[in-house]
């Protein structure tokens, strides 16, 4: 459902640095459904190890998933096989865009609480704690300053309402993957349930085509002895 365009935005709007390498494995995971890290080895020249190191970090950040097989050439060995979970994705960016709002509605809360503040700005105080201080810093005696953060604060409700429009937008993108992965679950089981009544079907014509013939030859043995 996402593109390779989407999935790169939502790296770099989190902050997530990727190596060059790093960056193309996960290009290929974004293309193909799902594919063994020998493969990714071999397609970009390198060795597993170092195809492991960058799937590894992408594990570690939540993006991509793995499933292994024993290797039926190697005893004890397992052939890993790679793939880019979109859902996890998705929830990952959501839960970092609740917190950046979380973070900014406390930040606005606080702004809303103080009035005054130290010269350099490094200690804020609410209208009554700076009036019990005579409006002056506790350490230094210097006076305190109004803060006059209007303007930081119109910022910070401007934010938040973009972040609450990012969320919106994630969560319904959750929602129409989740109603896409349904929708392939329920195709693929309609399509094995029809491929095995076909099947069946095959196999009672075959029994009962046995049976008669079978009937047929009783029959010319039983008037062959007449």
Known sequence: MLKLKDITAIVEDMGIELDEQTQEILKMLSETDIISENEIAE????????????LYKLHTIGFVEYTKEKDAEKKWWYIYFWSLNQKKLLDIYLRHKQKLVKQAQE??????????????????????????????????NKSLIEINNTKFIKQLENNITDLNTQISTIETQRTEY??????????????????????????????????????????????AKK
């Open 43 to 54: 397609k970009f020249d390198i060795k597993i190890n170092a195809a492991r190191k960058s």
């Open 178 to 223: 989740k109603e896409m992965l349904e929708k392939a679950i329920e195709a693929t089981l309609k399509a094995e349930e029809e491929a095995l009544a076909k099947e069946e079907k095959k196999t009672k014509a075959k029994t009962k085509t046995a049976k008669k013939t079978t009937a047929k030859k009783k029959i010319v043995a039983k008037v």
């Open 107 to 140: 930040t606005l809360t606080s702004e809303h609480e103080f009035a005054f503040q130290t010269i350099d700005g490094q200690q804020k105080f609410s209208y009554n704690d700076a009036l019990a201080n005579n409006f002056s810093a506790p350490n230094s």
